[in-house]
Nanobody, 123 residues
Framework: VQLQASGGGLVQAGGSLRLSCAAS????????MGWLRQAPGKEREFVAG????????RYADSVKGRFAISIDDSKNTVYLQMNSLKPEDTAVYYC?????????????????WGQGTLVTVSS
């Protein structure tokens, strides 16, 4: 399994970014795909999750209404659209996958991880 995250960068507060996670190596039907982040000096935290095939989603309270997770089946890619970004959204963002857990799975419950992509939001 390979998860390749991209799309991070520097953006001003209030701006938008779209992260991409290209997934390969197996069929991901029914997998929970997640975006998680880790800010400097903080623990890794859940941001958003989606069940491949079902389309059900879950978000951390801190990003509800601002972020949207989605999947493009034709490209085997998971997206995280981030709008109204805040300086506190600054972190390394990771995509991850697990077959045997629900949408509320904690970061330690993910089986596969991509490399991180850095998002920096300036004030």
């Amino acid at each position: 399994v390979q998860l390749q995250a991209s799309g991070g960068g520097l953006v001003q507060a209030g701006g938008s970014l779209r992260l991409s996670c290209a997934a390969s190596g197996r069929t991901f039907s029914n997998y929970v795909m997640g975006w998680l982040r880790q800010a400097p000096g903080k623990e890794r935290e859940f941001v958003a999750g989606i069940r491949w095939g079902a389309g059900s989603t879950r978000y951390a309270d801190s990003v509800k209404g601002r972020f949207a997770i989605s999947i493009d089946d034709s490209k085997n890619t998971v997206y995280l659209q981030m709008n109204s970004l805040k300086p506190e959204d600054t972190a390394v963002y990771y995509c991850a996958a697990t077959r045997w857990a629900g949408l509320g799975v904690t970061p330690s419950g993910y089986d596969y991880w991509g490399q991180g992509t850095l998002v920096t939001v300036s004030s």
